[in-house]
């Protein structure tokens, strides 16, 4: 799918330049704005954070004490609010039931002879000493064994995975919303400068030595996955400053009746101005908008892809009521997914052979760096967001990716009752940090339309046509990586 630089266009500085230029094509796909607009704000927003908002979402296992790999952090936590609130083991619904047991895994001995065990007693068909098979696997080999598995594991993960650490704590999400924590300067440069400059692709030879590191009138030199990586980092970096914007910090003790000792919180405009308004950030503010909606479409996709699997899974946390109802929304919602018409085609990605191959190697090994560098964030509010969001993300990615969910057939087979335990392939956490990704991105583009309303003085009214055709067809050649011209076609 095409890319033309001229949709990244600079708007003239009013006070609603933001929202200018985001409208119409995305890029990349043959989906718009206005469409995503609708279907996200009257569609799937009020699904997706009723869905979180459930038990088995709400409870997110982090280790949140793991060393920065990179360098010695020098940061303080200089806020109250970067601070979080961990939980007891206890006070988690579903804790001790399968989930800590759930991927303690059994050694080939063990499962053999309980096999047999069980199998063969009182059979008479077979002599067992003649048919006996020797299973035995010394433990210096299992050993050996443990490690191909984990590296087998890792081969298709885009993220570290630290569920299983023993510093991991459970973290209530619902008390420690996403907002603004005072956390700034260098030591949060250095990790965007980190993600953009070292752990993303970028236009070869670029000639910038400070933020932005990328602009977008030099991505069609890139090819569509390194495009589309960058995209998806830049999308999820605008989503994470709108929250702070939508949930500032107005005044430490609050003001009359909003008087609180958690302060007064809310949106605050001309941060977001000067975040996003193409006359404060190079032009770049509404391209940075737009990625937030791509990387949106791509999470999308994920869900949609896996979703027969999803509608599977037990979401148990020891409540069956609860349960039950979050399988229904599970259920409801990915229905709806499905049948956005747009979805984003990531089969055109990938596609040239050991080139392609290596590509994707590269493309992953830079995603797992980003997760490593959320280690180094020195806030612990942001870190756990940060590390939830990249870990959405990177389960996104794998769905996508690692070619197992490729084969998962139509929607229907959502509908079938069975409900695979043998057959799991993604871990609790990464259940849990994909849909909180997901909706995190929802929520940002939903405040959008607030602040789009503020800039223009119009009360709270849904923008947007359901699936209004217009650009949708104005899709352009592939410009994959390895498939001939990097150059896009431009719409035609
Ligand atoms: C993982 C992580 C999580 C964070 N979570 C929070 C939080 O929960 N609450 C909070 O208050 N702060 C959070 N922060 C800090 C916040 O993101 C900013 O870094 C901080 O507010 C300073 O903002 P800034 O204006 O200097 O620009 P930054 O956001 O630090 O950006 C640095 C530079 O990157 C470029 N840039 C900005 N946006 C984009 C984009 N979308 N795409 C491409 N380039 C871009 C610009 O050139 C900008 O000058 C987090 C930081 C990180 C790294």
Wanted: glycine share 6%.
């Amino acid at each position: 799918v095409g890319f033309d630089t001229e949709l990244f266009e600079t708007a003239p500085c009013d006070s609603n330049a933001c929202f200018d230029s985001l409208h119409g094509s995305l890029g990349d796909c043959s989906c718009n704005v206005d469409t995503i607009d609708y279907f996200n704000n009257v569609k799937i927003f009020p699904r997706i954070q009723s869905l979180v908002s459930k038990d088995y979402f709400r409870f997110y296992k982090v280790n949140l004490k793991k060393e920065c790999p990179f360098w010695v952090d020098d940061s303080r936590c200089a806020m109250k609010y970067c601070h979080i609130k961990t939980c007891s083991k206890e006070s988690v619904p579903g804790y001790d039931s399968e989930y800590e047991n759930e991927y303690l895994e059994e050694s080939p001995a063990t499962k053999y002879s309980e096999n047999t065990q069980s199998k063969c007693k009182g059979d008479s068909d077979h002599d067992p000493d003649l048919g006996y098979l020797n299973m035995t696997i010394s433990a210096a080999n299992q050993f050996e064994i443990a490690k191909w598995k984990a590296y087998d594991d890792s081969v298709e993960n885009f993220c570290q995975n630290d569920d299983k650490d023993v510093e991991a704590e459970y973290v209530d999400l619902s008390l420690n919303p996403e907002r603004y924590t005072g956390y700034k300067g260098p030591s949060a440069h250095r990790i965007w400068r980190s993600i953009y400059q070292e752990n993303c692709f970028r236009p070869k030879s670029n000639p910038y030595e400070s933020f932005p590191h990328v602009l977008s009138s030099d991505l069609g030199n890139m090819c569509l996955e390194k495009r589309v990586f960058y995209r998806a980092v830049s999308g999820l970096h605008s989503s994470i400053n709108i929250h702070l914007c939508s949930k500032y910090l107005l005044s430490e003790k609050g003001i009359g009746f909003a008087a609180s000792p958690e302060g007064e919180w809310g949106p605050n405009i001309a941060e977001f101005q000067r975040r996003f308004d193409p006359s404060q950030t190079f032009g770049e503010g509404p391209n940075w908008l737009k990625n937030l909606y791509f990387v949106y479409l791509l999470e999308m996709r994920a869900l949609a892809k896996a979703g027969p699997y999803l509608e599977r899974e037990d979401y148990f946390t020891g409540n069956p009521t609860e349960d039950e109802e979050t399988r229904n929304a599970i259920s409801n919602m990915l229905g709806i997914i499905y049948t956005f018409p747009e979805h984003f085609n990531e089969s055109l990605m990938f596609n040239g052979g050991l080139q392609a191959t290596q590509l994707k190697n590269e493309f992953r090994e830079h995603f797992r760096n980003i997760s490593r560098i959320m280690d180094c964030v020195g806030c612990d509010k942001c870190k756990l967001w940060g590390k939830l969001q990249t870990q959405g993300l990177g389960t996104a990615l794998k769905i996508l990716f690692s070619g197992k969910w490729d084969s998962e057939g139509d929607p229907d087979q959502g509908k079938l009752p069975l409900r695979h335990k043998s057959n799991k392939r993604l871990h609790r956490s990464e259940i849990v940090a994909l849909f909180n990704a997901f909706a995190r991105l929802s929520n940002s583009i939903r405040e959008l339309e607030n602040f789009r309303n503020m800039l223009s003085g119009h009360s709270s009214e849904v923008r947007g046509n359901v699936f209004s055709g217009g650009d949708s067809k104005r899709v352009s050649a592939n410009s994959a990586c390895g498939s001939g011209s990097k150059k896009p076609a431009k719409w035609s």
